[in-house]
T-cell receptor, first 115, second 112 residues
Framework: DTAVSQTPKYLVTQMGNDKSIKCEQN?????MYWYKQDSKKFLKIMFS???????INETVPNRFSPKSPDKAHLNLHINSLELGDSAVYFC??????????????FGSGTRLTVV | DQQVKQNSPSLSVQEGRISILNCDYT??????FLWYKKYPAEGPTFLIS?????DKNEDGRFTVFLNKSAKHLSLHIVPSQPGDSAVYFC???????????FGTGTRLKVLA
């Protein structure tokens, strides 16, 4: 009974394609996030939604677009994929933005490889 | 511009001994700090946190120390167990923002 689940776990695709990664949490949390972990192991925030409202929108190419149909779901759509988009993408959730008592609950990641 | 740094990429410790993982930061506006543990092929798992109004927080075998003047925090694990072998990330959040900035992690190996 996974708390934060991401699909797919692995994604291999060609340059120029459009792809989506889905994330769902069953914890009843109000806030969800997308993080990217690159080849140097940096975990960087990309987006965050609180109750379907965008509250963090870091400087990422506008080929990346998050969508939150409800507070339990946060999907990431990527247009015109490039080689440099290859990374592990983590979804996370928390009860409150910046929850310091319980931190974030992370999904297990989606490894995206662009060839 | 790396605001949160974990300068030791790896650390090996004998089982039963103390593990000390270090983290340095540059932004004096950080007011909350978290530690996460990550096993391969899994997402990070929250371990312990500390706010800037404290200098120590303890939870079982895990203690986090914060030295604001040195902009340094450390995670102590006592006693270390083989199951503690993982990558440990520190993360810091600037006051007035919603985000956490992560370090690059330290791989801890606890030897049986």
């Amino acid at each position: 009974d996974t708390a934060v689940s991401q699909t797919p776990k692995y994604l291999v695709t060609q340059m120029g394609n459009d792809k989506s990664i889905k994330c769902e949490q069953n914890l009843g949390h109000d806030t969800m996030y997308w993080y990217k972990q690159d080849s140097k192991k940096f975990l960087k925030i990309m987006f965050s939604y609180n109750n379907k409202e965008l509250i963090i929108n870091e400087t990422v190419p506008n080929r990346f677009s998050p969508k939150s149909p409800d507070k339990a779901h946060l999907n990431l759509h990527i247009n015109s994929l490039e080689l440099g988009d290859s990374a592990v993408y983590f979804c996370a959730s928390s009860q409150f933005p910046r929850d310091s008592n319980y931190g974030y609950t992370f999904g297990s990641g989606t490894r995206l490889t662009v060839v | 511009d790396q605001q949160v740094k974990q300068n030791s990429p790896s650390l090996s410790v004998q089982e039963g001994r103390i593990s000390i993982l270090n983290c340095d930061y540059t932004n004096s506006m950080f007011d909350y700090f978290l530690w996460y543990k990550k096993y391969p092929a899994e997402g990070p798992t929250f371990l312990i946190s500390i706010s800037s109004i404290k200098d120590k927080n303890e939870d079982g075998r895990f203690t986090v120390f914060l030295n604001k003047s040195a902009k340094h925090l450390s995670l102590h694990i006592v006693p270390s167990q083989p199951g503690d072998s993982a990558v440990y990330f520190c993360a810091a959040s600037p006051s007035g923002t919603y985000k956490y900035i992560f370090g690059t992690g330290t791989r801890l190996k606890v030897l049986a």
